[in-house]
Every structure is written in C-alpha cells, then in structure tokens.
C-alpha cells in the first residue's frame, strides 16, 4: 500500500511538471495569428458566396436597384460585420496577452488550444445568426449558441493569463504582474467578453422577445468600450486609492488622538 501511494504521488509529479514544462512562445503565436486568419477569410468567403444578389433578381424584383437589393441582405451583413469585430478584438486580446507572457508553458498552450477551438466556431455562430427567420424560435437559440461560443472562446484567455499569474515571475511581464502598472487593466481586458457574453446570454433566456437587439447590441457596444477600458479602469483606480488614503488618514488621526490622550481618559 505504501509503494503505490508513493507511486501515485510521483505520477502526479511527473504530470504536473509535464504541464509546467515550457512552450516556444513564438510557435503558439504563429499558430494562433494561423487560426484567427483561417477563420476571418472563411467569415469573409461565407458572406461573399451567399449573400451576393443575381443580376436577373436585381433587375426584375428590384427594377435594377442594387442598393435595394443588398438592403435585403442587411441583417446578415450586420451579422457579417459583428463576428468580424468579434474576431479581430479576440486577436487583439491574445496579442495583448502574448506580449506580456514572457514564457508560455504546456498549459498554457493547452488552453490557447481551447480558445482556437471555440474561435473556430465563430464563422459557424455567423451562420446561425443570419440564417433562421427573425424573432423565431431557432434564432433565438441561435444567438444563444453565439453567445456560448464567444464566452469560452474567450474564457480560456483569461485562463491563459491565471496560469501564467500562478508562475508570474518566470512567464510574465514585471508590468503584468500583481501590483503592475498593467495588472489592472489586463484583468478588465480579458474579463470584458466573458461578462458581456455571459450577460447578453441570461438576458436572451429572460427577454427572448429581445434577443436579436440585445446580441447586436452586445456586438456594438464591445468595440466603445474596449476604446473606453483604459479610461474607466484609471478612474476605478484613482477612485479606489483616494478611499483608501481617506480611511488611512481617519485612523491614523484616531490613533493620535488616542496617544494624546492620559491614561485615565483613556479608560474612562
């Protein structure tokens, strides 16, 4: 019994120290820069084949009108343009993140896989969005389905900076670090899409009548507030600090009044 504890205990070593083994960085990057082209030129070649209007149709149902007949297509235009953004802030998230991880392990490669596999489903989220009739029973699981792959997709990207925060001072930048100048706003950076998309997903089920507003609000709110995270999170910061300073002050003047005060005031 004591032989396979002792055995046990070493495979479980051996494993851990497998996944902590280190990983080239530059080849996760390339690989990934790989996935994210594939799968914008297959969102770009899905909205070209299927939703280009024929010369005839232009000509007979909308009396040669091009503009009129590209404005039939304009929700799944609308679902093109939003899994686009989708995916290049996804890419700029990941760039972010790599540039600060000075050292990728097996882990971390791992979960980097994980992320690929659920951007990879991202052109396939375009098609079940722009394909099923609006306000109908299967759009609305449709945009469920969106939502589910946006948040894992991108919940393993903040699993990639955890794990690296577990090691932090052998695979990350001294900036990312806990206490760094970026630490705060890498954290609200990786946070923003699985809040939203976990958000937008419990206020489909609760507002299905809702639900395609509420999807294509999500995707245009994302890109402002990427543009508005460093600004927010210096005011968090800045507000939280001048609280802490404040409560500081209060008991640092509490205890001085304490000092100043004899003895027996101080017991009565």
């Known amino acids: 019994g004591q032989r396979g504890e002792e055995e046990e ?5 051996t494993f851990t120290f497998y996944l902590s083994e280190p990983l080239s960085k530059e080849r996760v990057e390339a690989f990934s820069d ?24 232009v000509a007979e149902k909308f009396h040669g009108s091009l503009l009129e007949a590209l ?7 609308l679902a093109y343009f939003g899994s686009f953004v989708t995916i290049g802030l996804l890419w700029f998230v990941h760039h972010s993140l790599f540039l600060y991880v000075t050292k990728a392990t097996r882990l971390m490669g791992l979960l980097n896989i994980l992320s690929l596999a659920f951007i990879g489903g991202l052109p396939l989220a375009y098609q079940l969005t722009s394909e099923f ?3 109908s029973h299967n759009e609305i699981e449709a945009i469920q389905v969106s939502c589910v792959i946006t948040f894992f997709a991108s919940i393993f990207q903040f699993a990639i900076w955890t794990t690296a925060l577990l090691n932090e001072e052998e695979t990350l930048h001294a900036f990312a670090r806990y206490g760094g100048k970026e630490h705060a ?17 419990f206020l489909t089920c609760l507002l299905s009548e809702f639900s395609t507003a509420i999807f294509h609000l999500m995707q ?15 005011i968090s910061l800045s507000a939280i600090k001048s609280v802490m300073s404040l409560s500081r002050r209060k008991v640092v003047l509490l205890e001085e009044e304490e000092a100043c005060l004899s003895p027996n005031e101080t017991l009565s």
């Open 71 to 77: 404005s039939e297509y304009g929700p799944n235009y």
């Open 9 to 13: 205990h070493h495979s479980l070593e």
């Open 34 to 57: 790989g996935v994210y082209a594939i799968v914008a030129t297959l969102l770009i070649l899905d909205i070209c084949e299927d939703n280009v209007p024929d010369p005839r149709e």
């Open 133 to 135: 009739a609006e306000k």
């Open 185 to 201: 706003f890498m954290f609200a950076k990786l946070a923003l899409y699985p809040c939203i998309s976990l958000g937008a997903f």
């Open 220 to 234: 245009i709110v994302i890109p402002f507030a990427f543009l508005a995270l460093r600004i927010f999170v210096r």
